[in-house]
């Protein structure tokens, strides 16, 4: 591609790229983009149906510790759960007890919205051209990182605490770290390429 300038007349990117480089730019970026997908495929009904992350713990998390996926947990014992667990906060806490299941189930459904959200600027991202796809990059990077450093620390590294990691949920962190590794070093490379 033709070299960019800046005012004093250093090329500030990259020069005589042949058709194969440009492939491969091409190859990573879309790669990393379409990577950025993955929250949407999970999570992204729960902005609507928050309850539904039931099916989450039913069929996504258990062939993480190879267990068979099943329908064991139902929307009753969710409400069930969620009123043990304000049964059980001491009686002048009542409030907040009740802000905070307010708060857990509002984040999930605030994440959700953010990761449609993502997900549609990534399918327009990957409509225009790779040298106009920067600010995709950098989102989409920045994002990654702090995946895989949370998914790292459900893992078991001391990149954050989650009080309750379940078996399963510790094995997401160890396949989801990773995946989020790979999707920010793409995403960094196309980001670099693409300004």
């Not at 759960?81 to 999930?108: C, G, N, S, T």
């Not at 399918?123 to 989102?139: E, S």
């Not at 094995?171 to 995403?187: I, R």
């Amino acid at each position: 591609r033709v070299p960019e300038a800046d005012c004093r007349g250093q090329s500030l990117a990259f020069t005589n790229l042949s058709p194969q480089d440009d492939m491969n730019i091409g190859v990573i970026s879309a790669v990393g983009l379409a990577m950025g997908l993955a929250p949407t495929l999970i999570h992204g009904v729960e902005g609507f149906f928050p309850m539904l992350a039931r099916w989450i713990v039913n069929l996504v998390l258990p062939p993480f510790t190879l267990m068979a996926p099943s329908w064991t947990l139902t929307y009753d014992d969710q409400i069930q759960m969620l009123e043990a667990a304000l049964k059980a906060a001491p009686a002048e806490k009542a409030r907040q007890a009740a802000d905070y299941i307010f708060v857990v189930i509002f984040e999930q459904q605030q994440n959700s919205a953010a990761f449609l959200g993502v997900a549609v600027a990534l399918l327009y991202g990957l409509t225009v051209p790779i040298d106009d796809r920067h600010l995709f990059h950098l989102c989409l990077g920045v994002i990654s990182v702090f995946m895989c450093l949370a998914n790292a620390g459900n893992a078991g590294l001391p990149t954050g605490h989650h009080p309750k990691v379940s078996p399963n949920g510790k094995m997401v962190g160890v396949v989801f770290a990773p995946f989020w590794a790979v999707a920010a070093a793409l995403n960094i490379m196309a980001f670099i390429h693409t300004l």
